[in-house]
């Protein structure tokens, strides 16, 4: 079955603690990005990578770091998580650039 | 990226009533997208649009590419209780960017 996987659904975290949210899709998409929702603000892109090794920012990356080694694999990474990145965060992947987006089952982040 | 406009914000209505929902933008998009977020779930893809004044079908649900190229609009019919959830718009010009969403509740 075609998918995006991501892991955890849900983490609670404390302040400064650092944390991997791991992303993968079994589509052998190049274009992979991540997301956070909040309420009344809709999806916000965080990082994205046009194909392996490639990354660039979006519209709110400070905060976060992203990898992109394979093909399949784009884990979002916080390395000193604060309390305003308590989020519903979403990995996606599509064919590429503009093209529509399959997205994860989301995580749950809170971070106290 | 580019601000898109989603409206309504939130609908509440009973089964049975159609529902209308619209997305504008600033710029001229070359694909249009509609998605339903279902509770706890991540975003599914509804309808793709390519093609201006295109009208495309997917059972209750009808989506319009806009003839100017800056907005586009979903329409459900006859709605039902699982229709609930959150409908975002997503248009490219090159990036896809979103709407912020419309909830909609649906009440038997």
């Known amino acids: 079955e075609a998918q995006v996987t991501q892991n955890p659904r849900y983490l609670i975290t404390v302040t400064g603690k650092k944390l991997t949210v791991t992303c993968s899709q079994n589509?052998?998409?190049?274009?992979m990005s991540w997301y956070r929702q909040d309420p009344g603000l809709g999806l916000r892109q965080i990082y994205y990578?046009?194909?392996?090794?490639?990354?660039d920012k979006g519209d709110v990356p400070e905060g976060y770091k992203v990898s992109r080694k394979e093909k399949r694999n784009f884990p979002l990474i916080l390395e000193s998580p604060s309390p305003n990145q308590t989020s519903l965060y979403f990995c996606?992947?599509?064919f590429g650039v503009g093209s529509p987006l399959h997205f994860g089952n989301g995580t749950r982040l809170t971070v106290t | 990226g580019q601000q898109l406009n989603q409206s309504p914000q939130s609908m509440f209505i009973q089964e049975g009533e159609d529902v209308s929902m619209n997305c504008t933008s600033s710029?001229?998009?070359?694909?249009w997208l509609w998605y339903k977020q279902d509770p706890g779930e991540g975003p599914v893809l509804l309808i793709a649009?390519?093609?201006?004044?295109e009208l495309t079908s997917n059972g209750r649900l009808t989506a319009q590419f806009g003839i100017t190229r800056k907005d586009s609009f979903l329409n459900i019919s006859a709605s039902i209780p699982s229709d609930v959830g959150i409908y975002f718009c997503?248009?490219?010009?090159?990036?896809?960017?979103f709407g912020k969403g419309t909830s909609l509740l649906v009440t038997p």
């Open positions: 589509m052998n998409h190049e274009y």
């Open positions: 997503a248009g490219a010009e090159y990036a896809l960017n």
């Open positions: 996606a992947s599509s």
């Open positions: 649009l390519y093609k201006a004044g």
């Open positions: 710029s001229i998009f070359n694909t």
């Open positions: 990578s046009m194909n392996v090794e490639v990354t």
